[in-house]
């Protein structure tokens, strides 16, 4: 079996997959299934791909924990040095409780509430993305409040399409996100005469999974045309937050690496003193992670073989969610002719689908599947739909593995719950 996802943290030693040196079935053996399993070297290898890209640049990589807010991942990416980019105060704590520095860590989202804001400026966050006008009048009113200054940065949509799927498209002038750049001046002009802001930078984030450095490009374009319009007029931001959205191979996809978003942007950023801030979530996440699944049954129906996993959708939604396209993989292919499967969850909807139309040797119940490229938006979007116990979680380590979230019980199910 070949791995479409370029990444030397996933190979076959003799007919088996690994995890860096861990055979998956090991970890099936002890965690059971379904699992979430992750490659810590995965992890540090991208954040450390970005870093070295903008070598010699004044920047910060705000890790985007929204793609796995799992403490040890988001622990292991503070480690390294990485800031936060945190969408809700759930978010903030968790990263916060990981160890992040709140000078760190930016804070985005499209409907902040005041108790968030509260929490944002208490911990004393580097800045809030800012993403409508009565918002930036609610930081206001609160930092005043409690006698605080709010640094803020407007997220613009730069309207550029970026070319992927419609769900993840967030940068174009009809997304419910941020303000258009027409609306930018005036907005940097009420800054100024509100009291408790402070602005200090400008944000977008156009997209995810995007596989190309034009709409960066061009987003980062108009943002330093606007960045010129301001200092014109006196204002002078220091960060310029260019967002997530590098796309990852899931299936033989070739996304730019790291170092050629860097060679086209940074010519753009010539002569300007600037921070440039990257929040990049599923390119260091999403191949770092694999959904290892048992297989319940094998059955053959008039038209169709299926495959029922012990995995399901409520544990991996994208391809119920978005169709996406996740590479499934026998853990021992084995030989034997290969046959086209459904790969399908016990959920009670005819959407609980991980793969559809995939070709391998005819497994056994109980043989182990990785549902590859899970890393990102995997674990976080999980849900215990039809009462199922959300999966653990391992982090590998070269020879080495460690549970860094258990099971769920069913008692973890009802917790909260008055009859
Ligand atoms: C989701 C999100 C990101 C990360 O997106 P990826 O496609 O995972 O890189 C970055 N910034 C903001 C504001 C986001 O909402």
Not at 200 to 222: N, W, Y
Not at 240 to 259: F, K, Q
Request: charged share 25%; with cysteine; aromatic share 8%.
């Amino acid at each position: 079996m070949d791995l479409l996802i370029n990444s030397p943290s996933w190979n076959y030693r003799d007919g088996e997959l690994y995890c860096e040196d861990v055979p998956l079935e090991r970890i099936a053996r002890r965690t059971g299934t379904p699992v979430y399993v992750y490659s810590r070297r995965h992890l540090v290898e991208k954040y450390r791909e970005i870093t070295a890209a903008w070598r010699g640049r004044s920047h910060l990589v705000c890790y985007s924990m929204k793609s796995n807010s799992t403490g040890a991942v988001v622990r292991t990416l503070v480690g390294e040095g990485s800031g936060v980019d945190v969408v809700s105060g759930g978010e903030l704590y968790r990263a916060l409780r990981a160890g992040a520095p709140a000078e760190k860590i930016v804070f985005a989202g499209v409907g902040k509430t005041e108790k968030e804001i509260v929490e944002g400026l208490q911990a004393g966050i580097l800045f809030f993305t800012v993403e409508s006008t009565p918002e930036l009048e609610l930081i206001s009113r609160t930092a005043d409040r409690l006698g605080k200054t709010a640094p803020v940065a407007l997220r613009v949509t730069p309207d550029v399409d970026p070319r992927t799927h419609r769900y993840i498209t967030t940068g174009k002038a009809e997304n419910k996100f941020g303000l258009d750049r027409e609306a930018a001046l005036e907005f940097y002009r009420l800054c100024r005469r509100l009291p408790g802001i402070d602005p200090v930078g400008i944000h977008m984030h156009i997209g995810s999974q995007i596989l190309d450095t034009a709409p960066f490009r061009e987003g980062v374009k108009r943002l330093v045309a606007l960045l010129k319009k301001l200092k014109a007029e006196g204002i002078s931001l220091r960060y310029l937050d260019i967002g997530g959205g590098m796309g990852i191979s899931y299936r033989g996809e070739e996304p730019p690496p790291a170092a050629a978003y860097a060679a086209a942007l940074r010519p753009l950023l010539k002569g300007l003193r600037l921070t440039v801030i990257l929040e990049p979530g599923r390119f260091i996440t999403g191949n770092a992670g694999a959904l290892l699944v048992s297989v319940l049954q094998v059955k053959q129906k008039a038209k169709k073989n299926f495959i029922v996993a012990d995995g399901a959708m409520n544990d991996l939604i994208r391809p119920a969610l978005y169709g996406a396209w996740h590479q499934i993989v026998p853990v021992r292919p084995g030989g034997g002719k290969t046959v086209r499967f459904d790969v399908v969850g016990p959920v009670c909807e005819t959407g609980d689908i991980l793969g559809t139309g995939r070709r391998f040797p005819r497994p056994e119940p109980g043989d182990r599947l990785a549902v590859l490229s899970a890393g990102g938006y995997g674990s976080v979007m999980s849900s215990n739909y039809n009462s199922r116990p959300r999966p653990p979680e391992v982090l590998v380590d070269g020879e080495s593995f460690r549970v860094v979230k258990r099971r769920e019980s069913y008692r973890d199910l009802v917790k909260g719950e008055a009859l």
